[in-house]
């Protein structure tokens, strides 16, 4: 077969080609057509299914997350009500405003019980907090040590939270005295009324 011959090829003859001219043919057609089936079909299809697949790994991992906190779900549960129980609990050694003073005055009675000479005692103005108020009280006291350590026990006890901040000890020239300088805080949590006036 020689190359005069393929111009005198027709397609209403295609049929009696040479086989090796129809299985050419035959190629190229199937050819064209993935080309065109890839070009307006494929190439949008692939680009859509790599993002699908992108968002089923970031739907996998969410449903991964979200399969770990189902399973914990119950021991949340119960951590949130001991939290709000252990925070009720809390709550309730914060003093109200009406206890406020008989706080005061159980610091001090504890510092007279344990033999201290107060040289200050000044409660200072509220400090209001989120969702409670910080009473600080600068204390001077003079005694001995071991006095100091039982006033610091017997506030530690009180059935209030009373903390103790800038703790300073200097000691005094006769008979084994010193001052202790401390600031007590307290704490007293807003009544409903008040947390909407802070708020």
Not at 45 to 50: G, Q, S, V
Request: with cysteine; charged share 25%.
């Amino acid at each position: 077969m020689n190359l005069s011959s393929l111009s005198d090829l027709s397609f209403q003859e295609s049929g009696e080609w040479p086989l090796p001219i129809r299985l050419l043919a035959i190629l190229l057609l199937c050819t064209l057509l993935w080309a065109a089936g890839y070009w307006y079909i494929i190439k949008d299809k692939r680009i859509e299914l790599a993002a699908l697949e992108q968002k089923e790994i970031a739907l996998k991992s969410e449903f991964v997350t979200k399969q770990g906190k189902a399973a914990n779900l119950a021991i949340y549960k119960e951590q949130m009500v001991e939290i709000r129980q252990m925070f009720a609990s809390m709550l309730h050694q914060l003093p109200n405003r009406d206890e406020v003073a008989d706080l005061l005055v159980d610091i001090s009675r504890e510092g007279l019980i344990n033999g201290l000479e107060f040289e200050l005692f000044d409660p200072q103005n509220e400090q209001p907090k989120d969702f409670y108020a910080e009473l600080p009280i600068s204390i001077r006291v003079t005694g001995k040590y071991h006095q100091f350590g039982d006033f610091v026990s017997g506030i530690a006890a009180l059935p209030r939270i009373v903390t103790l901040h800038n703790l300073t000890m200097n000691p005094l020239v006769t008979d084994g005295q010193m001052t202790m300088t401390i600031t007590a805080k307290t704490y007293r949590y807003f009544d409903e009324d008040e947390v909407d006036g802070v708020q």
